[in-house]
């Protein structure tokens, strides 16, 4: 017998219909003896639409009313999956986030989970019943409502399943695990059976979009085995045996262990989210960076990638990029307080560009990952404009309409492509 925690997302719950297959997952696991809590979001489009409709009242809404609202749709989910279970002939029991008591601070909106009560949970378990959780939502010290930012089920699931001591926290989703790269820009993507949690850290936050980063830090942190699969899925008969654990989604892991074999990336990521800044001939001495950096930091915009260039005769650019979104707003900061400050000469945008990343803890025990990939760039004729590294990263900035071409070039390079298994990267 296992513990289990299982989330469904809002596509998985997305109709009465789907909340029944739902259900009838949920019995499979039931009837196999095991325990289990499931977490939930809102039926997909519903937190959407509440967000709208506050949006309609005000273009920023109160915290704490938007709260209070927002974290409905998830209390009609939980109470419709409990009916649904009970017509099946299983107990069940829905909770609020209020009433497990998951305990956050009072950041609204973007609330971070601070403790949780498990009593409520470990009563109605040991009475062989169901229990279904509401997911992104908690109550602060004063008992207010708040949430986690958009995707928290996922966040929610993993602390539930940390509370509990789970062997397993499944994210059941609309895609059947995590890929090498995304299959809608190469049908060679493979599904991995494992990744690490660094890994899949560094994938979230470069733009792959399965699960929401919070979850995947928390997991990290308290150990908790995190799987991603699919909710429409047949085969998963809620055995959890030794098949079930090496075959079925992803499992995002600590152990790096027994993985010679594997190839040294894990994944290709990529963001097309980017612009990039360049702020053309500034005086080359001390101060400049902060001087135009600083004043961004104060806009509350984020900053990824930074060069500075070689200067000749005194003179330097300097580079940057901002999130796409931020790009309009980040001129106008530039144009207004650093320019003159300064004396640069001109400040120019270019939101056509994309950051492509190879993922993969391999890199740290394999020098010659970043070359390969400069090689394969190079001969597929891809200028590489900005680049930067960490541990187990590659990140490259290039031109918009070359992503694709990128993307699949490396992902044959790096041995990454379903099938054929013989690769360049095996001399390596
Ligand atoms: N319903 C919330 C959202 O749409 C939380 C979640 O789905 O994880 O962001
Ligand atoms: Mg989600």
Redesign the pocket.
């Known amino acids: 017998m296992a513990l289990i925690v299982q989330k469904y997302?809002?596509t998985s719950m997305g109709s009465i219909d789907r909340i029944k297959n739902v259900a009838k997952r949920v019995k499979r696991w039931h009837d196999n003896g095991h325990q289990v809590v499931v977490v939930v979001?809102?039926m997909s489009g519903?937190?959407?639409r509440l967000i709208d409709l506050a949006r309609q009242i005000s273009s920023q809404p109160d915290p704490r009313e938007y709260d209070q609202m927002?974290s409905t749709?998830?209390q009609v989910s939980i109470s419709l999956l409990a009916m649904a279970i009970k017509e099946l002939g299983i107990g069940a029991r829905s909770f609020t986030g209020r009433q497990v008591a998951i305990k956050t601070d009072n950041a609204h909106n973007k609330a971070r989970i601070e403790s949780i009560d498990d009593k409520n949970i470990r009563q109605q378990l040991d009475a062989g019943n169901i229990v279904i959780v509401a997911?992104?939502q908690g109550i602060d010290e004063e008992g207010n409502a708040t949430?986690?930012?958009?995707?928290?089920?996922?966040t929610?699931g993993v602390a539930i399943a940390a509370a509990l001591g789970a062997d397993e926290c499944q994210i059941y989703t609309d895609v059947d695990g995590v890929y090498t790269t995304d299959p809608r820009v190469t049908s060679k993507a493979k599904k991995l059976e494992k990744i690490t949690f660094e890994e899949m850290l560094e994938m979230a936050s470069l733009g792959s979009k399965i699960l929401?980063i919070r979850s995947v830090e928390f997991a990290g942190k308290y150990g908790v085995p995190l799987r991603v699969l699919s909710s429409f899925d047949e085969n998963n008969d809620g055995s959890f045996d030794q098949d079930f654990q090496d075959n079925v989604g992803t499992l995002i892991t600590i152990d790096e262990g027994d993985n010679m074999e594997q190839a040294i990336i894990s994944g290709i990521a990529f963001n097309r989210d980017e612009a990039k800044i360049v702020v053309r001939g500034v005086p080359d001495h001390p101060g400049i960076a902060s001087a135009i950096l600083s004043p961004i930091g104060r806009a509350n915009i984020e900053i990824d990638m930074i060069v500075q260039n070689l200067s000749t005769n005194g003179m330097t650019d300097f580079t940057f990029t901002v999130n796409r979104t931020d790009m309009e707003k980040t001129m106008k900061v530039l144009e207004n307080e650093v320019k003159d400050e300064i004396g640069a000469k001109e400040i120019l945008a270019n939101d056509e560009v994309v950051k492509v990343s190879l993922v993969g803890v391999g890199m740290r025990s394999h020098a010659g990952v970043a070359s390969l990939m400069f090689q394969t760039l190079a001969e597929n004729n891809i200028n590489i404009q900005m680049i930067s590294t960490s541990e187990i990263k590659v990140s490259v900035l290039i031109q918009e309409q070359y992503l694709e071409k990128a993307v699949r070039s490396l992902h044959t390079a790096f041995g990454l492509d379903r099938e054929d298994g013989e690769s360049k990267v095996a001399g390596l």
């Open positions: 997302g809002g979001s809102a519903e937190t959407n927002v749709g998830e997911g992104f949430t986690l930012g958009r995707g928290g089920s996922d929610t929401q």
